[in-house]
Nanobody, 119 residues
Framework: QVQLVESGGGLVQPGGSLRLSCAAHGIIFSIYDMGWYRQAPGKQRELVAIITNGGSTNYADSVKGRFTISRDNAENTVYLQMNSLKPEDTAVYLC?????????????WGQGTQVTVSS
């Protein structure tokens, strides 16, 4: 059974930092592209950052220079280091694992972890 378990969310003041973790179970982690998405109340889910199975990264413009995604294939874990947090970063952050397999890709989601940026 596939499980993605996020942790590390919480309440932080503007300008602060948090590090999110997502531990993957039940998949061959190293072959998956891993991503962090977020969804704020009343808004659509949006991509925050992705890291491919080869280690290439891509970020939403709104977080470039502030957030860093990384992965540890030995620990089956993907991380999101978030610095200089802003109130507009407040959202539920969700971990995604994606493997482009034909005809049906493997696409898994975690339950999410709440990040609240407020003074």
């Amino acid at each position: 059974q596939v499980q993605l378990v996020e942790s590390g969310g919480g309440l932080v003041q503007p300008g602060g930092s948090l590090r999110l973790s997502c531990a993957a179970h039940g998949i061959i982690f190293s072959i998956y592209d891993m991503g962090w998405y977020r969804q704020a109340p009343g808004k659509q889910r949006e991509l925050v950052a992705i890291i491919t199975n080869g280690g290439s990264t891509n970020y939403a413009d709104s977080v470039k220079g502030r957030f860093t995604i990384s992965r540890d294939n030995a620990e089956n874990t993907v991380y999101l280091q978030m610095n200089s947090l802003k109130p507009e970063d407040t959202a539920v952050y969700l971990c995604n694992a994606y493997y482009k397999l034909w005809p049906r890709p493997h696409d898994y989601w975690g339950q999410g972890t709440q990040v609240t940026v407020s003074s």
